[in-house]
T-cell receptor, first 112, second 116 residues
Framework: AQSVTQPDIHITVSEGASLELRCNYS??????LFWYVQSPGQGLQLLLK??????LVQGIKGFEAEFKRSQSSFNLRKPSVHWSDAAEYFC??????????FGQGTTLQVKP | GAVVSQHPSWVICKSGTSVKIECRSL??????MFWYRQFPKQSLMLMAT?????????EQGVEKDKFLINHASLTLSTLTVTSAHPEDSSFYIC????????????FGDGTRLSIL
């Protein structure tokens, strides 16, 4: 069965520090992978996506993610976190029926 | 580009009332729209998938007579919560996709529904 796991429910980093949010997926074929960010009371904003090609994808707001097939991972990174990055982050894989399967989400808290 | 507008953003109503939520794609044609429900501190739960001009496909456990979905045009889908009760209180989010293949879903800002 297709699934997405975000092992970290909550992460706290200091402003200016680097960030890595983990995402592992289970999918038989080549996955379509996404990272979304959700601010409180808001919808989801697409940060980046991977379909094929270069395994390191660049997104908005200085985020990037690396697809590693051997590890079934698609971790999100940012070299220097800003206080405005505090939010909920969701990793998702697109199923073969077109639906998005979301991970449980990771809450990012940024310390001043 | 790829803006999805959801309205209203917040609604409070009495138990037994029916509530309609609109989801519009403003600058693209949405072949497929999705409706999600999100409980506090939880991930999104897909309720149904709708394609323009056809009946919505509901996920297991979602009452189609309670949550009526209409996708009458390529830019508009509506979710009507019929005879709403306090347990229907939640955050409802729609998304829209331009089609199959590698088109991402673009999300609205959600509707906070509170049933008294």
């Amino acid at each position: 069965a297709q699934s997405v796991t975000q092992p970290d429910i909550h992460i706290t980093v200091s402003e200016g520090a680097s960030l890595e949010l983990r995402c592992n997926y289970s999918y038989g074929a080549t996955p379509y992978l996404f990272w979304y960010v959700q601010s409180p009371g808001q919808g989801l904003q697409l940060l980046l996506k991977y379909f094929s090609g270069d395994t390191l994808v660049q997104g908005i707001k200085g985020f990037e993610a690396e697809f590693k097939r051997s590890q079934s991972s698609f971790n999100l990174r940012k070299p220097s976190v800003h206080w405005s990055d505090a939010a909920e982050y969701f990793c998702a894989v697109r199923s073969n029926t077109g639906k998005l399967i979301f991970g449980q989400g990771t809450t990012l808290q940024v310390k001043p | 580009g790829a803006v999805v507008s959801q309205h209203p953003s917040w609604v409070i109503c009495k138990s037994g009332t029916s509530v309609k939520i609109e989801c519009r794609s403003l600058d693209f044609q949405a072949t497929t729209m999705f409706w999600y429900r999100q409980f506090p501190k939880q991930s999104l739960m897909l309720m149904a998938t709708s394609n323009e001009g056809s009946k919505a496909t509901y996920e297991q456990g979602v009452e189609k007579d309670k949550f009526l979905i209409n996708h009458a045009s390529l830019t508009l889908s509506t979710l009507t919560v019929t005879s709403a009760h306090p347990e229907d209180s939640s955050f409802y989010i729609c998304s829209a996709s331009e089609g199959a293949g590698n088109q991402p879903q673009h999300f609205g800002d959600g509707t906070r529904l509170s049933i008294l």
